[in-house]
């Protein structure tokens, strides 16, 4: 990608706040514009016929405060440090870089729901095993540790120690434990991945087809927060990005998904025919600060 394709409006915020904040009413999505259902069969909204998004980020213009808190602290368990200035915006996507000293980003969506799905279509470039690229729900009330208050955490997505982005990683921490279940894929191309959290349960989506099926769910308000994670001393050191094209957020229907699975279980998923690699993000220059909204805490 070409340092003059990039644009930035990248908004961050500042001081500390409690979870509490991100959403104006806790177990409802907050009001946002039209989001139009989604006709790519490549998602599990398109497949199971999710319908409409309640809210949607297409990552076309800029990161709005009221939308996002973007966090501007130390990384995960005290390793280096999350900064705004980690947040690239360019060509309809959304970057998050990881540096080789552990200055890295993450961001957190203020609109949450206790009951519904989410949707993320991201990319993964090769680089330092050390990162962990991460979409997960983190409960509002979870507080800024590293284990959430509440004992809630689902990580639809998470990479750990994989410089070849080619194993995905499903954690569903709850009150009754740790569930997990991995997948065989090559991340370097576009995939989606969602979630369903119903009073039923768990179900975990790549591409439209379910990884992932638990009986335990999580009974608070969650929020999606994307995240690039420093692990130093796990994995090989070096430089990270991961590269998101939409985030939505859908409402729950009447019913959880029923197609039954047994938890945990492993998945292979024939690779597609791939695209030429895309180039390595240039790094443009800082952008503008905006007015600052209150942050509240984020995962550790």
């Known amino acids: ?11 961050s915020a500042v001081a500390t706040l409690t979870v509490s904040t991100l959403s104006a009413a806790q177990g409802e999505v907050a009001p946002a514009a ?44 005290g390793n280096g440090r ?7 915006m360019g060509n309809g996507a959304l970057y998050l870089h990881g540096t080789a000293d552990g200055t890295t980003a993450g961001l957190a969506s203020r609109h949450g729901q206790t009951y519904g799905r989410w949707e993320t279509r991201v990319r993964l470039y090769e680089g330092a095993g050390s990162y962990h690229p991460v979409a997960l729900l983190w409960p509002q009330e979870g507080g800024g540790n590293v284990q959430s208050a509440t004992g809630e955490e689902i990580d639809f997505l998470e990479v750990v120690d994989d410089p070849g982005r080619r ?13 997990q279940a991995h997948a065989e894929l090559d991340m370097t191309s576009w995939h989606t991945y969602a979630v369903e959290n119903s009073p039923n349960g768990v179900v975990g989506y790549i591409d439209g087809r379910e990884w992932f099926r638990s009986s335990n769910a999580a009974h608070s308000p969650m929020s999606a927060c994307l995240q690039l994670d420093w692990f130093p001393g796990q994995g090989n050191g070096g430089e990270a990005w991961m590269e998101v094209d939409w985030l ?50 984020q995962p550790g």
């Open 167 to 179: 194993r995905p990683n499903f954690f569903l921490h709850t009150p009754q434990g740790q569930e």
């Open 82 to 88: 999350r900064s705004p200035d980690q947040l690239l």
């Open 1 to 11: 990608m070409n340092r003059s394709h990039l644009r930035l409006a990248v908004l």
């Open 248 to 297: 939505r957020v859908y409402p729950m229907g009447s019913t959880g998904s029923e197609r039954p699975k047994q938890p945990g279980q492993s998945e292979r998923f024939e690779r597609p025919e791939q695209p030429q690699r895309p180039e390595r993000p240039q790094r443009p220059e800082r952008p503008q600060q905006s007015e600052q909204p209150e942050r509240p805490e």
């Open 34 to 77: 039209t989001c139009s259902p989604s006709a790519d069969e490549s998602s599990a909204a398109g497949t199971l016929g999710w319908g409409a998004p309640a809210w949607c980020a297409e990552f076309d213009d800029y990161l709005d405060p009221s939308d996002w808190v973007v966090y501007d602290s130390p990384g995960h368990a």
